[in-house]
């Protein structure tokens, strides 16, 4: 019997997935944006979990003005900042990329590059921008990133975002292959019920703000790509070497369970 399906293509979840972003990144870039529009506003790494409910910036900005006595009563101007500080942040948070204050987590490149040299296609489906897409992804992998991934659909490319499936069903089409087939990687609730919602099956790598969350629907779960212990359920594929991290061998037999 055949255990293992390969994925017609790989969508790579941005925020949490490819890299840390949210604590040390675009938490510490909200932080510098109330600074520099000289609000008393702090999110501590704890509100900014809590926070992280809401998807995309500028509508987590909105939700938190919503208890704070400083934001402004009309909507219009309320509005307004939060564009100007999404904007703040957005600078602040390209700052911190090219200071090398976010890396690729441990185990990315190695599937990345695995992926690339088997020539299957990658995609991008995320919450944030080009801008922060390109900003990451250009300090990590090189100028050229962008000719690695086939597709890449991010915030402003869709009309709602994360949980609802838009942004997965519109890099699946832009692939052309089944939704079923392609796989995602994600780590968050919302990325996960996003996914699942469009039909594309996903494994999650835990990050630290959804160490615990509630994850149903994904067709694995685990630390993080760069090792094979601690997933659920286990790596069924052999691995290489001994520091061996997630192989293709591995998406392969959990897309077998979608058969
Ligand atoms: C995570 C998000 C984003 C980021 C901030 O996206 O919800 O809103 O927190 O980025 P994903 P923006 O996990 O789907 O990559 O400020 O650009 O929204
Ligand atoms: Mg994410």
Redesign the pocket.
Known sequence: MNTLRWPAALLW?????LAE??RDG?RVAFNEAFAAMRLPWHWDVAHYGAL?AV????E?LLHDMQSRPEAPAQPEARDALARML?AL??SAYAQRVADGALVLRPGVLNLLRAARQAGLPMGIA????QA?VAALLGAALGADWRAGFAVCVC?EDVHA??PDPEVYLRAVQALGCALGAALAIE??P??VQAACQAGVPVIVTRSVYFADADVRGALAVGPGLHIRTGWEPAPPGTGTGLDAGIGLEDLAHWMAATR
């Open positions: 979840d941005v925020d949490g997935t972003t949210e675009h992280l998807t995309g910036g500028r987590r999404h942040k957005n995320t919450t944030t921008s922060n915030g975002k994360k780590d968050s919302a990325g």
